[in-house]
């Protein structure tokens, strides 16, 4: 079956604007991350939903980053007012929920975001 | 708060030598632990992970890796490396109610082979 999609692969945009990234989940997989890995590190964390909601947002840096997953399947990652250092890849994975037993995250390929 | 350290930035080893990448760890309770690999161009594949029971984990690619409690470590082994080895490799530790919810991954180690 299809594994977890990113769109888009690539993302140019402006300091100051707004941007938008997307997540499409393996079909079925209750849970869904959100990392951002910058260049020459590895991923850090950002936010966890479980279903429709945001199980932990602990890792969001600032108040820029929002998350949303209206229904429970794709999710899409705001970033208000870019800055250069938001400059990463940014990944998503998706697992099943199996309460009591254990279950990997499935990453998918990861948006490049450049903020010039 | 957990935390992982690979102290090897970067690894060279000749096709057909054995390999072992460092993995050290912090956390407060039983770790839940995880070794990725990264491909240019390609999303994170986990290899193996280790959440109880026996130490010494199998995964697939015929690596292995063995959790030391007394020396908080997790280091990855394979007996014979393979040109296509070579990539980027993530070790990392779990949180969380089920232990796996919140990653928290090192820096990496980037293995190069040569033949």
């Known amino acids: 079956g299809a594994g977890v999609s990113q769109t888009p692969s690539n993302k140019v945009t402006e300091k100051g604007k707004y941007v938008e990234l997307r997540c499409d989940p393996i079909?079925?997989?209750?849970?869904l991350y959100w990392y951002r890995q910058s260049l020459g590190q590895g991923p850090e964390f950002l936010i966890y939903?479980?279903?429709?909601?945001?199980?932990?947002d602990s890792g969001l840096p600032n108040d820029r980053f929002f998350a949303v997953r209206p229904e429970g399947s794709v999710s899409t990652l705001k970033i208000q007012r870019t800055e250069r250092g938001d400059s990463a890849v940014y990944l998503c994975?998706?697992?099943?929920?199996?309460?009591?037993?254990?279950?990997?995250?499935?990453f998918g390929p990861g948006t490049r975001l450049t903020v010039t | 708060a957990q935390s992982v350290t690979q102290p090897d930035i970067h690894i060279t080893v000749s096709e057909g030598a054995s390999l072992e990448l460092r993995c050290n760890y912090s956390y407060g309770a039983t770790p839940y632990l995880f070794w990725y690999v990264q491909s240019p161009g390609q999303g994170l594949q986990l290899l193996l992970k280790?959440?109880?029971?026996?130490?010494l984990v199998q995964g697939i690619k015929g690596f292995e890796a063995e959790f030391k409690r007394s020396q908080s470590s997790f280091n990855l082994r394979k007996p014979s490396v393979h040109w296509s080895d070579a990539a980027e490799y993530f070790c990392a530790v779990g949180a969380g109610d089920f232990g796996n919810e919140k990653l928290t991954f090192g820096t990496g180690t980037r293995l190069t082979i040569i033949p």
């Open positions: 280790y959440f109880s029971g026996d130490t």
């Open positions: 994975a998706s697992s099943p929920t199996d309460r009591g037993g254990t279950y990997e995250q499935y």
């Open positions: 939903f479980q279903g429709t909601g945001a199980a932990d």
């Open positions: 079909s079925g997989h209750t849970a």
